[in-house]
DNA sequence: CTGAAAGCGCTTACAG
DNA sequence: CTGAAAGCGCTTACAG
């Protein structure tokens, strides 16, 4: 072995779960067993050990404890198949995403947002179906064959755009969903929406109040409803500072284009002395193009993020971002539909929003 | 409006996958059909539809398409779990992923490599089941549960270690499964496996033909068995390259310990001329940390990462990588689990390794 | 409070 | 080549 040294593992923010904490001894489930065989061995029906297993009337107290003691000593799990073959849940919701992977795998908004969902579908018995598909047509499709095979109890819809065929979709095939989006409603779906307005007014007054009066946007999607919702945000906020509304150049969010809307912008006069970016990823590019332009950052121009990641705190300088709490949001989302599978009626409810987190990237205006 | 512009969406690369493309019209699903209705519009028995459906001999040819276009015009989906409750599988594979979400967030691996999985198994009518945990253990009691539910057939196992539990764990509990890794094997499982050697040779040979000879590394988690595999693949390159084996320094791969373990180096002397690094995100950092000391990158030091994502594409310079097709390392393992699945026996397999693909980070050494 | 029975949607020996 | 029947593991009215 040559030198080496371990550099340390940094445990901080492990956003993963364990929800089966308990029993952790090595139960040999090899030859699979059923309540019948709980039944023979506690001396009752099947259907007894179904009530005392499900927590409902028809069993006593004691008939009860003495299934359940026998069903974990045998090691039983329900067999899910058999379950929702007599109208129960399967257990399962459904995610798709409908980006293409070279941006899945660099946004990290999806895996945190998984994260969030897993840490309370988990503890429920749930699990998570994932599809990866090109585009809207194969998501709708997706959900219509998972439906129709009893794979999911439930979607959440995400990236929602202005008039989301996927809405009218969902509600036709009849599959409980909840929609995450920045918008308050989404036809008659449960909503989990972020709000835009505070963030975007906490970002503006703050580039406002550095100097900036040439602030430019690198938005992403234009088709997106977070789009829209920021723009709409970004007017009034603007209105409201007296300067003139940002302008925004659309994007697909790679970094690619984040790279070429900032050439674009940094090479008209008067060039912007602040930058927007519609997420981190873009942002990035932006700073590497600042560098090769020779402009300093933050002394040229200022640069802020949404969306905070890693990424944004290993650049030099790190960058000023809008952070908030995806983990949290989609933990809110999985909330609510489990609720929803559950007959529940859910309210639309406002998950967490972006707040400013100044970092290096940002500062006085250059003139 | 404001002004705006749309900068254009740049769609290379979209690696995403819509299967069902054949039944575009919109299926009304509302009422789930099954079999029963089939063979009563048929005149034939619930079984010789289940025949027709299946390929399975039992029905006249003239039956079987009777049967089949009946299915079709009525939109027929399978029940999977009534399917599955008589011992056809679930249609479904697990993956687990034991990192924290903050890193899964970045590493852009995953989201390729569940991206080539899917383009597999989909067209096969198989999902994928998703889980986010905390360590192994969890792991491992995640397959115990899916198993023991009947929830999946068969489960891809990635970023194994030097005596991974998860192999002996997986044969115990008799669940099919595939290891991804780069070792040649798995205990008894079959292996997809991705050659060091051949890469890690061509990257050493490469900084050695421009002059380096101080070559570190920044390496990823000790206890992985890729670890493990380059370290040796280092030290055989660097024999017979007549070098020196690089220094390593280990790392839990986050950006925070990528830039530490630069600093460390960087602030040695006589410094590395030349360093690689164990995947993208640490590069990235290390790009900055040199920024950061005032070190040009390649003329003072050459930076070389290990698997290639749009961040290296957009940093200044852009990264130096080894490049893999990690969409198709996902779709040859999830063919490998298939037949496994299926009952066939798998060969162990290579699949597609590392190449260098330079960019601007790495030059002629500097002394 | 408890047991015997039907049924969920499918597959698969088993007779005809 | 075809039909009638049992069974997969569970849930849930229905009698006692």
Redesign the interface.
């Known amino acids: 072995m040559?030198?080496?040294?371990?550099?340390?593992?940094?445990?901080?923010?492990?956003?993963?779960?364990?929800p089966?904490?308990a029993?952790?001894d090595?139960?040999?489930?090899?030859a699979?067993i059923t309540i019948r065989d709980i039944a023979t061995k506690a001396g009752v029906s099947t259907g007894a050990v179904s009530y005392a297993l499900n927590d409902k009337p028809g069993v006593s107290a004691q008939t009860r404890a003495r299934v359940r003691e026998i069903a974990t000593s045998l090691?039983?799990?329900?067999?899910?198949?058999?379950?929702?073959?007599s109208g129960s849940p399967?257990?399962?919701i459904g995610l798709v995403l409908?980006?293409?992977?070279?941006?899945?795998?660099?946004e990290?908004?999806?895996?945190?947002f998984?994260?969030g969902v897993?840490s309370v579908i988990?503890n429920e018995g749930f699990?998570?179906?994932?599809?990866?598909?090109?585009?809207q047509?194969?998501e709708i499709?997706?959900y219509?064959?998972?439906?129709?095979?009893?794979?999911v109890d439930g979607v959440l819809l995400v990236d929602l755009h202005d008039d989301d065929p996927r809405i009218e979709a969902v509600e036709?095939?009849?599959l409980p969903a909840v929609a995450v989006t920045s918008r308050r409603e989404a036809g008659g779906l449960p909503v989990v929406w972020t709000d835009e307005s505070a963030p975007v007014s906490e970002a503006l007054r703050y580039l406002v109040a550095l100097g900036h009066t040439r602030i430019a946007r690198v938005s992403g999607l234009?088709a997106l409803a977070c789009t829209t919702e920021r723009?709409r945000a970004f007017?009034e906020a603007a209105a409201s500072c007296g300067i003139?509304?940002?302008?925004?150049?659309?994007?697909?969010f790679?970094?690619?284009?984040?790279?070429?809307?900032t050439r674009?912008l940094m090479t008209e006069s008067p060039r912007p002395t602040a930058i927007v970016y519609g997420n981190d990823?873009m942002a990035?590019?932006g700073l590497?193009?600042a560098?090769?332009l020779g402009l300093s950052v933050p002394n040229d121009v200022s640069l802020l993020a949404w969306d905070d990641?890693?990424?944004c705190?290993?650049?030099?300088p790190p960058l000023s971002v809008m952070k908030r709490d995806i983990?949290a949001l989609g933990a809110m989302a999985a909330r609510a539909l489990l609720s929803t599978v559950a007959g529940g009626s859910v309210p639309c409810q406002a998950g967490p929003s972006s707040r400013l987190l100044p970092r290096g990237s940002t500062g006085v205006a250059a003139d």
């Open positions: 040559h030198y080496s040294e371990d550099v340390g593992v940094s445990s901080s923010a492990h956003i993963a779960y364990c089966q904490g029993n952790t090595g139960v040999i489930t090899t699979k090691g039983w799990s329900p067999n899910l198949a058999a379950r929702s073959l399967v257990g399962a409908a980006r293409p992977a070279t941006l899945l795998g660099v990290p908004f999806y895996m945190q998984i994260a897993e988990a699990t998570l179906m994932l599809h990866v598909v090109a585009d047509a194969c499709q997706a219509e064959k998972w439906w129709s095979q009893t794979r036709r095939i009849g234009r723009d007017e003139e509304p940002p302008r925004a150049l659309y994007t697909d790679s970094g690619e284009d984040g790279a070429r809307a674009l990823i990035v590019a590497s193009v560098g090769e990641s890693v990424l705190q290993i650049t030099q983990p």
